[in-house]
């Protein structure tokens, strides 16, 4: 896997999106430098980041990169066993990291595409900047197809492509002859429609003159270094290069200027060239990235004073805006489509014939003797001021069932009707045309039909009233079923508003417009054309629907904002380019149904500070400022300038806004620290490099709205320990040193060295620090382990080499400040089984075998052979041991199971190939130590349905089928015939198990939908294709066993000729 595919997967599993160009080779310098487990830390400090996971428990945040990741929910043990390493301490970026690497099949498949997917969309990003730093036009079609092609196959190496570009004859024609003055003033105006400023052309001509860049890499290099004001210029240059008014940009026959590429030296060679091109280009860029800030006298350009901080940002997040632009498709998960087609010879529509079994066709005549009472519904029509008391017009169409026929018609409250109706009968199914005058009629619009139900045995009966119209406004579809003499439950219709883009409602600014979801897992999609710079209020409100859920999605398809509330559900956005947005209106957990009302209005506001740093409010040291968050989600952005090596306080001080939340970004816009407190949110930070910071300030979570105040000051302290590894204090080992936390956001660094294959003790006792907090790095900065208690943080850990480690303590969540000791102390102890696959302990089936957590943080590995088709039972269990907790892997090392429980822990599984496969016993929290014993059995059980698609159990529509689930992780799967564009309810009913868990499938094993309950678990479903899905029932956490019955039935009505199908 490249360093590209590495951050690549960190963006599309953190935050859902392909990572912008910037960013991509921001964070790729970062983890070359530093690696990755130091990226994945950084990862998880952005804004970005609270926003997606903010308020979300371990369980749903595992859940939530499952569908990042693999478009589908995680499965229990899965999901249990990572929310489990969370809470240990293990960041959810790594845990991002370790489920993309486990991906295997359908799931690898999916994830490969979406990967592929984000890579060609900030591909395409890097070569359309090119296009326009080096020839100022777009990129013709096929020269971006065959540098798209140029930079997969150098594996995301630039150098080969840069040096094209800036040796390509058009290149050179347009700068070779040029002095150095000139060629900056053209570049420049090409990328930033501007002149450069003294400082910026000084600093990039010395950088030319001394050889540390070069021309070819100058226009490039110039790009990445933009910032603020310049990096808005370069994306509004590129979009109008890329506009379609552009495109008489006939020059795509300098196409040929692949002819430069004739240097397909990149194909060729790929690994040769990076070797000599190191010389020309060096990564001087990469450093000039960082550096552009001194030149802010002129204006905000920050092309000069770069070298201060080559990578100054360890834990920036790069979130630059350009994300929508890209042309790439989102991920469409068309993949399933391919195949479902084949079979659309299950035609299912005979079924419905069936019922007509002509049997009781030759009862009609029986029936006009009324032994069978009429039954009877009422049609309420929303017309309010519609309905007149003088002529009106109503046409309808019925279609019911043929052992029922419309008996009369009234209208409530009186009035005169006059009625012409044509019936037809096809297939067990009647439908009957009405068009009725009224005159007189009563203001509240309701008409009574009575039927008469030929056949004794039926006792309910659906009816759908189609094409209803009054008085010319059309009303849709509903469909009824009724029992006796009374309504008794309004199911499926017409859907009132489309599930997706494609048959989205459009909405006009400023109006309200109702909705309703009419069943579980119902959705519905409206579109808006929102402007560029414009801000917007997005609000749902629930009527008898019990939580209001709406998410914002732009053209592409890429994820906005949302918000959800049981009364109110808003949020308001800035848009960032004009075009078509979709909004998506939904009851919160896909369980929920009922009526609710959007609106989509235009926001005009007097901001008291910017929201960016383009316009933000220039703050001074020591000074309060005062401000309001006018409107939820607004924000406001301060600028402040800093000085290196000081330490600064932030703090913003809510007055009548809910929650304070501040964030801090340097002059790059890459993140560095934030705070959030009903009270005060405050941090403190010891500013890496002298310049402009922003500060911006916010209500948390996006819905809260009120004044603030924000102030910025210089903190004078002596710190009794360095902060980072160059001035960590030394400690001895086996000697408890003690600190201080002085102030939020302090840290203490200790550097203690350590030799490879010992094992060590880490210790941090509080003593009026609330919660002590250590975590440990090796001597590349390489996280490693770490601990927080109240008590005591601890943790153990066996060298890996020799060398020196750096030991960081602090207060829990950077608002504690108190004093504290650490301790490092060699551990020697005789391990009784081993810590890795390569010491593992051999076991065999059916043998228990004994252990010994022996200290914190020890794990015992345990090998054992299995054979593919066989099931087995994996069993921990904790003596005195406060919490066993089991992991299998596989021969490869990639995640099977796992389970954890205070008593038990065991899961079942049926092996997918032979071969040694890895138990990992552990205590849970890695926390405690204590005895516990292990086994591995063969399961030998008659399961009465199959564990995959493979064997799956065929069940028809309609039908219940009841099942069982034998042994704890045992799985049934049903397969059933769905058709494109039907709606289906999907059911599990737990008889005697815990709780039901059911999760649809399609015909590719790409995850459709899922639901679990104590009591009943249940989703609808559009089929998006006819074919064969598969419905996989199980208990929820894999550990307990029992009886149930799973129902699939078609909901409401399908349409064409087969009228209504209960």
Known sequence: MSVHTDIQTLYLTVYNRPADWKGLLYWTEQLEAKGLEAVNQAFIQVPEFDELYAGQGPEQQVNTLYQHLLGRDAEAGGRDYWAAKLDEGISLAEVARFIADAAEGEDATAFEARLDNAQDRTYGEIIDTLYVGYYGRAADKEGKAYWLDAIKSAEGDLGPIIEAFGNSDEYVEQYGGMDTESQLDALYNKLFSREPDPEGASYWAEQLDSGALTLSSLAFTLAQAAAADDKKALESNIKAANSPELEPTPEPEPTPEPEPTPEPEPTPEPEPTP????????????EPEPTPEPEPTPEPEPTPEPEPTPEPEPTPEPEPTPEPEPTPEPEPTPEPEPTPEPEPTPEPEPTPEPEPTPEPEPTPEPEPTPEPEPTHLRLELPLGDGWMSGSNSIDFDLVFQSAAMLDDVSLQGGGTLSISASSSSLGGVTTASYSISAANGAANGTLDLDFAVSDENADSLTVEIQGLTVNGESLGNTSYVVEGNSLVEEVALEDDHGDSSADATAIELGTSVDGIIEIVSDKDVFAVELEEGQRYLFQMTPEDLDTANISLSDSMGFFVDSSYDQDLAQFSYVAESSGTYYLEASGLGDDDAGDYSVMVEEVALEDDHGDSSADATAIELGTSVDGTIEIVSDKDVFAVELEEGQRYLFQMTPEDLDTANISLSDSMGFFVDSSYDQDLAQFSYVAESSGTYYLEASGLGDDDAGDYSVMVEEVALEDDHGDSSADATAIELGTSVDGTIEIVSDKDVFAVELEEGQRYLFQMTPEDLDTANISLSDSMGFFVDSSY???????????????????????????????????????????????????????ELGASVDGTIEIVSDKDVFAVELEEGQRYLFQMTPEDLDTADISLSDSMGFFVD?????????FSYVAESSGTYYLEASELGDDGTGDYSVMVEEVALEDDHGDSSADATAIELGASVDGTIEIVSDKDVFAVELEEGQRYLFQMTPEDLDTADISLSDSMGFFVDSSYDQDLAQFSYVAESSGTYYLEASELGDDDTGDYSVLVEEVGITTGDDGVIA
């Open 275 to 286: 070797e000599p091109e190191p010389t020309p280009e060096p990564e001087p860029t990469p």
């Open 898 to 906: 796992s389970s954890y429980d205070q008593d038990l822990a065991q």
């Open 789 to 843: 208690d109240q008590d005591l943080a601890q943790f153990s850990y066996v060298a890996e080499s020799s060398g020196t480690y750096y030991l960081e303590a602090s207060g829990l969540g950077d608002d504690d400040a108190g004093d504290y000791s650490v301790m490092v102390e060699e551990v020697a102890l005789e391990d009784d089984h081993g810590d890795s696959s390569a010491d593992a302990t051999a076991i």
